[in-house]
Nanobody, 115 residues
Framework: QVQLVESGGGLVQAGGSLRLSCAASNNIFSFNAMGWYRQAPGKQRELVAQVTRGGSTNYADSVKGRFTISRDNAKNTMYLQMNTLKPEDTARYYC?????????WGQGTQVTVSS
């Protein structure tokens, strides 16, 4: 069983920064991929950024150049550095890990960006 715990969310003014963390109960190098998703009220959950086991990354167009995904294998933790935050980034952010054919999700952390 994989457990994922997100942290680092909060309230920030537009233009500010936050760093989200996702701590895993397993060796994250075993995961095929890990990613950050977000869901705003009334909207579908969407991919924000993803990193594969091999280190390849991809980002949603809306966050390219502002967000950076990374991982620390030694700490079994994935990060999302979010800079130049906008009010439209307000959402609950979820961590996902893919292990073989199974997806595992954390409980999420709330990010609120005020204008």
């Amino acid at each position: 069983q994989v457990q994922l715990v997100e942290s680092g969310g909060g309230l920030v003014q537009a233009g500010g920064s936050l760093r989200l963390s996702c701590a895993a109960s397993n060796n994250i190098f075993s995961f095929n991929a890990m990613g950050w998703y977000r869901q705003a009220p009334g909207k579908q959950r969407e991919l924000v950024a993803q990193v594969t086991r091999g280190g390849s990354t991809n980002y949603a167009d809306s966050v390219k150049g502002r967000f950076t995904i990374s991982r620390d294998n030694a700490k079994n933790t994935m990060y999302l550095q979010m800079n130049t935050l906008k009010p439209e980034d307000t959402a609950r952010y979820y961590c996902k890990a893919q292990l073989f054919s199974n997806d595992y999700w954390g409980q999420g952390t709330q990010v609120t960006v005020s204008s």
